[in-house]
Structures are given as structure tokens and as C-alpha cells.
């Protein structure tokens, strides 16, 4: 069986059989109360809050390169701004 890099997986037993669960590693950031903050997806890391979006997303590619990764960047109001892979050569909206 052939996992993306991107994933992790859990399995769980469902009577004689296993199922695989796929989960996402994401990396989210988003405005906070005061400041940004980070949020993990898929990953054992407990969020993390910088002052500013600039600080934010660089601690977010950080983390999604050694992770591999996505970070998604929201806007204040929810939208995605920016939708990337750690690895992929092309990034964008």
C-alpha cells in the first residue's frame, strides 16, 4: 500500500478486517484575538500564537518543510489566502 508523504495514517479494526484512515497534515494559519496563530492538523503539535501574520507564516513553512506538510494561510475572514505544499514547486492561490 502506497502513502503521499502528505498523510498519515491510522488504521482501525472493523470486525475480522482493518480499515485505513487517512489524515491530512495541514498547518493553518489564522488571525487570532491578539495577534496569529498556528494551528496543526494531523500533526502532535500544540498551537502555537505570534504577534504578527509575517512571524506566523514563517514559523508555518518551517514546521510544514520538516513536517511535510501544507500550510494554509486564512484571512481575517475566513477565506484561504494562500493554499501551499512544503514541496511543491509551484505555489498559489
Do not use: Y
Not at 479494526?13 to 494551528?39: C, D, F, T, Y
Not at 513536517?67 to 486564512?74: F, S
Not at 475572514?77 to 505555489?91: E, N
Amino acid at each position: 500500500m502506497h502513502f503521499d508523504r502528505k498523510t498519515t495514517a491510522a488504521a482501525i479494526r472493523s470486525g475480522n478486517s482493518w480499515k485505513v484512515i487517512m489524515q491530512s497534515r495541514i498547518i493553518r494559519v489564522l488571525p487570532a484575538e491578539h495577534g496569529w496563530a498556528l494551528e496543526f492538523s494531523g500533526l502532535d503539535i500544540k498551537p502555537q500564537r505570534f504577534p504578527t501574520m509575517e512571524a506566523a507564516i514563517a514559523a508555518g513553512w518551517d514546521v510544514a518543510r520538516r513536517q511535510n506538510a501544507e500550510l494554509h494561510i486564512h484571512r481575517h475572514d475566513g477565506d484561504v489566502h494562500l493554499r501551499g505544499a512544503c514541496c511543491d514547486k509551484q505555489q498559489g492561490p
